[in-house]
């Protein structure tokens, strides 16, 4: 303002003119201001001195310094130090001075030596509360180690962004040095970087005054361009010493390799997450294709997007599989596919069961002749060829963005087995890497195990079958009094395939034999004893010996075979004659059915089953009326896991009931429907009915 300028009116500023702010950092200090003329007389009093030590203006202008603020014992001293400042010297220090109340109050002190338009000489005093003072030095000193020292990256903005401080930690994390940021603002120095989450977050902490802790930040800086980096940020509203915000403040640490770590953590907890799942999914049976599907669904979705499970052909019909060689083609017979639910993936592998040649340049074929995981982290177009069974799966891959394959040969004792192939679509981003081949390697040799168990148990079986089978008799035709019917059902895949078995033998006179028996035991030894007691009972019956008789031999020869027990039922029919005689060896009774529908079990004497070596089989006589049907069968048709053998019985005796004038074949039928076809044990059931010849009069048996 020059001296042409009006003066404002009182108690107004100009319009370009700086306004203290209320509440600084000298409020804070409330520093008290004093003139002392050239004889230590006070004669310029403040508020802030009154405030400070209680002496009005009235009480404290034109007194003498030192006698109205210091005690006695120090005024030598003070005289001293108020002659040096009058000599030119500053004066600084803490002081203990006389409050009005007589309490001593130490007080920091400046004093500097002043002269007016004429040349007199004064003193400056300036003063504050040592405490107050020490407390704002220890403040400021501890803020500025933090902002200068602090390995965490420390910044102040205003509410436009611009950048109001910066610590050398932010520096060196945003490569740029301090100068050239503060008065910028925010999205004109860092471009890597989400600016708009920022600016939302320093316009909420500004509005709120509630801080913001721990906001992820992800970008790239000029300090390292080339990677992404993740960023821990909390932001604090920084208020003056009155309340009002002037800005706030961030605070940045990174957490890149904290992040890495524990996502790490997580991934090696997720793997041996599906290792335990795929100990207790994997191998639960001894079936193949379940095995295939246990693994396909063990790695889907938690490892890939689309799981397919290939065994090379042989592998299904039990056999060892010849090895590929390098260069060679191989026959896949696919077993299992899954494939995350919103994947749409159908038509990329092979159908379930289908039949495949592949020649050496698809992936799945490398991985067996090599007998060695590959991995493709990246599926450009020409390498989608190689994973895809032909060019309509590529395009439908490439469409679920497909992008990373992994092929892992199934392995068990030193032969390959197959292959598991695996694709990572866009539900999951990361491409396959060392880590997953691992897993995919531990899950492939945990279920290459247990489908090399299955392939020897279908090959026993399949041995076992067919033993079992070419020893069962054909059904002899041509017999005029007698109608036969049979059925044998090897159990299910669960379990192996027994020693049951039903004959029907010839006899003098018009009579006919019926057999039923079981081996104790399973596999190819329980059908090779099975076809050893059924020669023995032909070769026997030639003696024409009563069915008592008849298994008192067969025990002996039972015994002579090893450690193996088998039931057998005896039951020789004379239709003429209108008898039954029957003997049990441990077997279960037949049943009877009267030509009016009524069906019994018959109850006969039971020894003890053959093997035991008891020799004492007691045979029953009793009617066989004309038109009377007659069944014998093995345990597997009547019992299960969940039920008695009685409950077993009385439906097969429901089932039965009625069945006198029915077609034997029929009967069979309706009886295996009622009681399942679908076996834990192996059933044989045959069925007889008599008819007495015309001109035959039945025989008088008694004694």
Known sequence: MTAQEPLPPAGTLPRDAAAATPGSVLDLLRVATFVLDARASIVLWSPEAEHLLGYTPEEALGRNAGRLLVQPEHWDQVTEWFRLVRGGA?????????????????????????????????????????????????????????????????ALFDKDLRWLRVNPALARINGIPAEKMLGRRLPDVLTGIDTEAVRRAVHQVLETGEPLLDQRSVGRTAADPHHEHIWSVSYYRVDDVAGRPIGVAASAVDVSERHRASAEVAEARERLAVIADASARIGTTLDLRLTARELAETAVPRLAGLAAVDVLDAVLDGETPPPVGPGGSARFRALAVASAPDAELAGVPDTVGELASYGPSRVITRAVAERTPVLLPRLGHALLRTVAKDDTAARLLRDAGAHSYLAVPLIARGRVLGAVSLYRTRHHPRPFDDQDQALAAELASRAAISIDNARLYTRERNAALTLQRSLLPHLPTGYRNIELAARYLPATSEVEVGGDWYDVLPLTRGRIALVAGDVMGKGVHAAAIMGQLRSTIRALTRLDLPPGELLGHLDATAESLGESIATCLYTVCDPDAGLLETASAGHPPPVLVSPGGTAELLHIPCGAPLGVGTGAFPGQRRDLPDGAMLALFTDGLVENRRDPIDTGLHALLRLLRGAGGRPLEEVCDAVLDGLGRAPLDDIALLLARVHRRPGRRRRDTRA
């Not at 000489?121 to 504050?128: D, K, Q, T």
């Open 90 to 154: 500053a004066w600084t220090g803490v002081f203990p001075v006389l409050h009005r109340d007589g309490t001593v109050v130490p007080m920091d002190f400046r004093h500097i030596r002043l002269h007016d338009i004429n040349g007199e000489l004064y003193v400056l005093g300036l003063a504050a509360d040592a405490e107050t003072v020490r407390r704002l030095d220890t403040d400021l000193a501890m803020s500025h180690s933090l902002i200068t020292q602090s390995p965490v990256g420390l």
